[in-house]
């Protein structure tokens, strides 16, 4: 049995049951905040080339967990095209494994400055948003195909932690464990 077909066979496991998918990624977690613009008028993320880094390897770590690929547009279509996916023929609307309402739980494991105490919970700016932080996460999985748009999550939870703090699901070193859970027993494609 596959990957794919455990996650279909629990999607109609009642609330509180093990999540469908869990994927582990490991990297410096970088929180994904407001748009800020040039005085030209083009948009960025002011910590872009780090975010850049983080939703990658959230990406990666997603695909080869399921197998998935992000869209590929078709020749002469830009990048944000609607158009059918080169690989697999599906309109990027429909490019995705979990077609569903989902429940997501990202725990996020953070580097823990020399400066801080063990026991000390990150709640300095420096450690960025919690809600910046799933912004940042629900992206890279909409682009790797997991599912086809972020907005499905409807039950969302994310917490940040220090990494190596013995909470439970805290990784020992940065990084973040993904839990998802489809709601609808028709969600997975």
Known sequence: MTDLDLIAASAASPAGAA???TITVHGDPEPQGAISYSKHGRGYYSNDPTL???????????????????????????????????????KKKDHGLLTGALRAEFIVSLVRPKSVPVTRDPITRSSGDWDHHGRSIGDALTQASVMCDDSQIVDGRVAKYYAGSGRPLVLD?????IRIWALDPQAVV
């Not at 997603?62 to 599906?90: F, I, N, Y």
């Not at 070193?173 to 464990?177: D, M, Q, W, Y």
């Open 52 to 90: 850049k880094v983080w939703r990658e390897a959230v990406r990666n770590a997603a695909m080869v967990r399921l197998g998935t690929h992000q869209h590929v547009p078709g020749l002469g279509e830009k990048k944000k095209s609607a158009g059918p996916c080169l690989v697999c023929d599906r």
């Open 19 to 21: 999540p469908h998918l």
């Open 173 to 177: 070193r940065p990084g973040a464990v």
